[in-house]
């Protein structure tokens, strides 16, 4: 009981939670300057096929983790509360995954049945 | 960030940490505000709807056997007669960028207390994310005038237009109800609700700035669902 008490006082005292130095800030929005350029590049050179899929989600997944880790301080935050953010976008890759089955199928029997005119 | 230290209390790092903090019939997110864990469940949450969303543009696209419009073409812009592939989108792209690193220096000012400091950002946040909207505008009624329907449109699969309606659409309006926040925190740190401990609107909450990094934590997430539209739907 007394620690519960303890750890209700020390919730209250959290505002005097550590700053980080203001050069990383900087840094991460100049590197996100720098990667939505890059991205933005992509479609100016008109890059196709898997070198411009490939592209576009390395500098996506890059930015986002930027974003995450060091604007929204999950790179400082306890495993805890990161664990419970990031397990359930395995969810998201599953649902891709299934839907990714899906329309290849639907593409499948439309080209079966409205192009090719079925069996 | 949370307090990485409590009295009492030995936190321990890395998936030890996790674990006794899981365990420790207690709070588990230890050092961090309720208020923060909150709005890191609902962005959670958030996340699952605009992937929803992309997923289900995903299978449209993949499935429609009529060719998808060239996106470079549609949302190009005309400076000097030249079509410049893409242009306007950047531009919105590079302002909530912008405003996305003005936020992190207000929550690093705000935990700082330097009051001023932290209001300016937050004021100058608020304007990026409106001149994001209003340049939101403009493409919608320049689409909207070249024939874009959600039913239908001139330059290629029909779904076009209701998958870049309800998208962008959903993302603006989180961008607009952020726009009112920013303007409301804009206020009430300039009213000094942090320094008085003003109490908030809908809860027992004594004024914090620890209310700037959980406002903070909603922008980040407006720009971070933009990173991954402006792969997905501009890009692609």
Redo the contacts between chains.
Sequence with gaps: MEETNKMEETNKQEEQTSTQKIGIYLWIWGLLFVLSFFSYMVDWYQFQGMLRWSLILFFMFLKAGLIMAFFMHLFWERYALVNVLLWPMTAIACFIFLMNAEFQYTLFSRFFYFVVGGA | ????K????E?K???K??AS??GSD????????WGK?MM?IFL?SD??VF??FL??Y???R????VDWPNT?EVFSLHVGGVPV??LLI?IM??VL?TS??T???AV?YG??KNRKMCGWLIFATAIGGLTFVGMQVFEWSKLIHEGVRPWGNPFGAAQFGSFFFMITGFHGFHVSIGVIFLFIYTYKVFAGHYESKKRGWFTKMKG???EI?IL??YW??V??VW??I??FF???
Aim: with cysteine; glycine share 12%.
């Design positions: 960030m949370s307090e990485q409590i009295d009492g209390f936190l790092p890395g998936f940490g996790m903090d899981t207690q709070t588990m997110f230890k050092g961090v505000h864990a890191w959670l996340t699952f992937s929803c997923i289900s995903m299978k449209g993949g499935s429609t056997i470079s592939p893409l950047a792209t590079f960028i996305s690193g936020m992190a220096l690093k935990y700082e914090d700035y620890v990094e903070g934590l980040h997430f720009d971070l990173v991954f402006f792969a501009y890009l692609w």
